[in-house]
């Protein structure tokens, strides 16, 4: 399992490279710390306090391609329900601390991911006077 990245798949530089295009500036990995946890989204807007999440559908049993493998399943099987309740707390902590939370699995086109953080950004900086070139910039 070392070779399984933790970071910067494939799906998350196609969904950054789309928003960065769009002139959408963000934090990536950047640790957010909430109550008692540090959690690290893969792509962070900080002044909007958004936090988006790309799934893998391995390891995060997307109920279209997840697939739960039929050997070793002592092993598979707590893992990834494991998985599964982890991202339930994160995103439940972390919108007790004021944050939007988007999740996208790797399949989702990036075109709808890109779609649904412009929306969020732009309702969490709370200006509906923002260009296209400006969107979601963060200094």
């Known amino acids: 399992m070392k070779a399984n990245r933790r970071m910067d798949t494939k799906p998350e530089i196609a969904l950054r490279s789309a928003l960065h295009r769009r002139g959408f500036r963000f934090r990536k990995d950047l640790p957010v710390r909430f109550a008692d946890r540090l959690v690290r989204p893969d792509i962070v807007f900080t002044k909007a306090r958004v936090a988006v999440f790309v799934d893998g559908c391995f390891w995060h049993c997307c109920p279209e391609h997840g697939s739960r493998p039929a050997t070793n399943q002592d092993y598979w099987e707590p893992k990834l ?59």
Do not use: Y
């Open 81 to 139: 329900d494991k998985n599964v309740a982890r991202d339930q707390r994160v995103n439940a902590g972390l919108k007790r601390a004021g944050w939007t939370v988007l999740r996208f699995w790797e399949h989702v086109p990036v075109e709808r991911a890109v779609m649904s953080i412009g929306a969020a950004v732009l309702e969490r900086s709370g200006s509906s006077r923002l260009s296209a070139g400006t969107v979601g910039r963060e200094s």
